[in-house]
């Protein structure tokens, strides 16, 4: 009996270790907050080996509850150094202080920058994790994203499998939009000139009206239809002076054009 207990324990000296946290840390989920479902851990697990084959940088992404007043900054930096990421990336998730950070190695930094990585969360893992507490979609979301930002700078080989996308609620259109290139900012002239179409109809209006008076300057008036003009007002307004032709306060507009010595107006 004192025999089968003895080689019991010695079983135990070398089975332990091989399910223990060391196991655990080369996983890519270490769900410590127990916040995540079985698919999700699976599927992260998944990803990371894809990311280690083909990149050769790990991927870590560790959930706690809390971190009791330490930064979460400052814990993921410590714990990418503790951990031996080897250039890798460490994503930690504090649960109950609706934090996180994100430690990008040297490897991992030719592939994915700071900015890029927190653009990514911002966009993609923020709203569901704070908003609607869905850490599962949260972190599908971003790791499907992550995996095509990968993708987009020729590492064909890591793709976000079907299983991702659907806890991230994201179709394979959706993925399409959030990764295809983005449009064209509008430039500051646009303020000031507006919309193109609209600059195009004003431009085509004008040039219109720019005919029109044309035209009209064309049609103006000629000398013979300014001297009848002038007889008619004469008619109307002038007045005899001592024997003599005048027409009144418009004498020196028709003195200037010399008409009033073509009808005899002044002797």
Not at 14 to 36: G, H, K, M, R, T
Not at 173 to 186: C, L, Q, V
Not at 238 to 254: Q, T
């Amino acid at each position: 009996m004192k025999r089968v207990v003895s080689l019991l324990l010695l079983l135990a000296v070398f089975i332990i270790p091989l399910s223990s946290p060391a196991l655990a840390e080369e996983q890519s989920a270490e769900d410590l907050a127990y916040v995540l479902s079985p698919d999700l851990i699976k599927e992260i697990n998944r990803l990371g080996e894809q990311i280690d084959d083909h990149m050769g940088f790990r991927l870590k992404i560790i959930t706690r509850d809390f971190l009791g007043g330490v930064n979460a900054q400052n814990y993921t930096d410590n714990t990418f150094t503790y951990k031996e990421m080897q250039g890798g990336i460490l994503l930690v998730v504090v649960i109950g202080e609706e934090d996180y950070a994100i430690t990008i190695g040297e490897r991992a930094q030719k592939f994915l920058t700071k900015g890029k990585a927190e653009n990514l969360l911002t966009t993609h893992f923020r709203t569901p994790f704070l908003k609607d507490r869905d850490y599962d979609k949260a972190l599908a979301a971003f790791l499907v994203n992550l995996a095509e930002h990968f993708r987009a700078q020729g590492e064909r080989d890591i793709k976000p499998s079907a299983a991702l996308r659907a806890i991230a609620g994201m179709s394979g259109e959706d993925i399409n939009k959030a990764t295809a290139a983005p449009a064209s900012e509008s430039s500051w002239l646009d303020s000031i000139f507006g919309d193109k179409k609209e600059i195009e109809e004003q431009a085509r209006q004008y040039g219109e009206d720019v005919k029109d008076a044309a035209r009209e300057d064309e049609e103006g008036l000629s000398l013979f239809q300014i001297a009848l003009i002038g007889f008619i007002l004469y008619k109307i307004f002038g007045k005899k002076r001592n024997g003599r032709g005048g027409y009144g306060p418009l004498s020196w507009i028709f003195g200037t054009w010399g008409l009033s010595k073509f009808f005899g107006w002044r002797k």
